[in-house]
């Protein structure tokens, strides 16, 4: 679910987009009613000339003036599935591949793996069922997190990265939200959820309130306030 520059609600899953105002579906676009690729959307994600993208496993579509443009070709030199996006400050796209951070800039596509410093992708061939995900951080830095291999955080120039031999206490990661001081909430599958201040780790689980300790995803407000979507828990 995102909300575009005119306050209109979007929201997404295995049927396509819908559109909504006042509470109200007033249009909803599909592979059959549209030129949408597939109904499958992960993630919405809208740039700065308020374009809005869509993250569809093997497809990247843009959404502009009324009409759905693949950009698949994006990707089409590899093998891989992308399962996030996010644009930094700049408007630079981030992609979250099951082959390692993708970083898209003037029509080009560089794809950083572990070779270059980045924690372990998901998989090797390109193809695999777990998450992975992108978020930006306040200075602008890119959170590269994997459900089984942990985190990296890429300043522009080097890889930190994160794990249960450093911190972490799963390295199952479903999500990442940020706050204002660019604390990081981690939500974790089995573990709850982290909190990453820049120099420790604060481990908040069903002893702490959490009405489960699998926490799916997780959201951070204007005010600071963080939600947490939990397996079995609400």
Not at 10 to 16: E, K
Not at 138 to 143: C, T
Not at 156 to 185: C, H, M, R
Request: charged fraction near 25%; glycine fraction near 10%.
């Amino acid at each position: 679910i995102k909300i575009d520059k005119n306050g209109s609600l979007w929201a997404a899953g295995i049927n396509g987009i819908y559109k909504i105002e006042n509470g109200i579906i007033i249009a909803d676009f599909n592979s059959s009613n549209s030129n949408l690729p597939i109904n499958t959307v992960l993630d919405i994600e809208f740039d700065n000339d308020g374009s809005m993208w869509l993250c569809q496993n093997n497809f990247i579509t843009r959404f502009n003036d009324n009409k759905f443009e693949d950009y698949s070709h994006i990707i089409k030199d590899y093998k891989t599935q992308v399962k996030d996006i996010e644009f930094d400050n700049d408007g630079t796209m981030w992609l979250g591949t099951t082959i390692g951070l993708g970083k898209y800039k003037n029509d080009s596509l560089t794809i950083f793996k572990e070779s270059d410093g980045l924690v372990r992708p998901l998989s090797t061939n390109g193809i695999a069922a777990e998450p992975c995900a992108v978020t930006i951080g306040k200075n602008n830095e890119v959170i590269y997190c994997t459900y089984g291999s942990g985190i990296s955080i890429f300043d522009g120039q080097k890889f930190t990265n994160f794990s249960t031999e450093n911190g972490l206490a799963n390295n199952k990661v479903e999500e990442i939200a940020v706050d204002s001081k660019n604390n990081y909430w981690i939500a974790l599958d089995g573990s709850g959820v982290q909190m990453y201040d820049g120099k420790e780790f604060k481990h908040y689980t069903m002893e702490n309130g959490l009405s489960s300790d699998e926490s799916y995803t997780i959201y951070v407000d204007d005010f600071d306030k963080v939600f947490v979507g939990t397996w079995h828990g609400g």
